[in-house]
């Protein structure tokens, strides 16, 4: 476990904010959050809780908060990020000044931008100029909820650097969360974008009452599509086997806590783009990133059928029967 002297900045106090803050703080690491509204960082400060998500949970004590981010980041031995994907490069724009020498900047966020098809440690090098040594990703099969709830939960810490990926692995490490190391950045990066995206046309499949037949058949098929398009933009086959990979997609293509499959299926049902995300309230990255992904699986001549009807579908293009017949329509082949 680490010295009570390392230093976490947390830069959101949205739910999975607050909830890596929580596993950081349990395995010992001092950690300031950055929340953007005074009135959450008094609640983190004077009552140890998070007035905007998750109030019923005390906080440790060695989470405080504060509204300027450079107090936050000053003196930060590591700087999580979690914001949605498309809010990255602005936010960036501000907070690069603060970021210090030693930092290792982990990602949360599991989403490409817009316009750009990047990845966000892709944004995170090219717009502060930090080394890719430096920039690690955090993703697994993580439900906020249960991980405030204490309950056992792992994930993938993957950064070029080894060294650093085992700073950040040693920082929230818990008697509940597990984390396990990598170098293949982009592998995790790629299954926890893709992900989202099948979770959506699982939540579709779920909304018309498709039955479990098409949810596995969409799951296992999503891994197959995921793989295809990692592999091709240069991942290591075995990463989506893994927690990134297939542990994420299984949670959340099965989760009622899940945003993505919850916004498929209020497509199923029948509303529309704009209403369920009215009904969600919160960043659904597989509706922002599913365009980003088909032109990256078009960019590496890669197979992406589900992405594809579920893009349609976001952009009304097609119906839900059409899209439900587009999947089954496509020719049988050999199984890959």
């Known amino acids: 476990m680490p010295h009570r002297s390392a230093r976490a900045a947390v830069l959101s106090a949205g739910s999975w904010g607050t909830a890596v803050a929580k596993i950081l703080a349990d395995a010992g690491t001092d950690v300031v959050v950055h929340a953007r509204r005074a009135e959450i960082a008094d609640g983190i400060n004077t009552e140890h809780r998070n007035p905007g998500y998750f109030p019923e949970v005390e906080l440790p004590s060695t989470v405080t908060a504060t509204t300027d981010p450079a107090a936050a980041m000053a003196g930060a031995d590591i700087l999580v990020l979690s914001i949605p994907a498309q809010s990255l490069r602005v936010g960036l724009g501000v907070w690069t000044p603060y970021i210090e020498p030693h930092t290792v900047i982990v990602t949360l966020m599991k989403g490409i931008e817009r316009g750009t098809w990047l990845r966000a440690s892709q944004i ?20 906020a909820r249960e991980i405030m709830a204490g309950q056992p939960a792992a994930a993938t810490v993957a950064c070029p650097d080894e060294d650093a990926a085992r700073r950040v692995q040693q920082a929230c490490h818990t008697s509940y969360f597990r984390p396990c190391t990598s170098t293949d950045v982009t592998g995790c990066e790629l299954g926890g974008a893709v992900k989202n995206v099948i979770a959506l046309a699982v939540g579709v499949a779920s909304g018309m009452g498709l039955g479990d037949n098409a949810i596995a058949m969409l799951i296992t098929r999503g891994l197959a599509e995921t793989t295809r398009l990692a592999v091709a933009m240069g991942a290591r086959p075995g990463t989506l086997a893994g927690l990134s990979g297939l542990g994420d997609l299984v949670t959340t293509c099965s989760s009622p806590l899940s945003r993505n499959r919850t916004f498929g299926a209020h497509l ?20 922002t990133s599913a365009e980003g992904l ?19 579908l976001l952009h009304e293009k097609i119906t839900l029967a059409q899209a439900a017949a587009a999947l089954m329509q496509r020719p049988p082949r050999p199984e890959r």
């Open 268 to 287: 199923g049902r029948g509303l529309s783009v704009e209403e369920a995300t009215a009904a969600i309230l919160q960043t659904t990255e597989g509706v």
């Open 124 to 143: 995170i090098t090219e717009v502060t100029g930090v080394g890719a040594e430096r920039v690690a990703v955090l993703s697994g099969p993580n439900l």
């Open 294 to 312: 088909l032109a990256l699986a078009d960019a590496h001549e890669v197979e992406t059928p589900i992405t594809a009807v579920v893009w349609a």
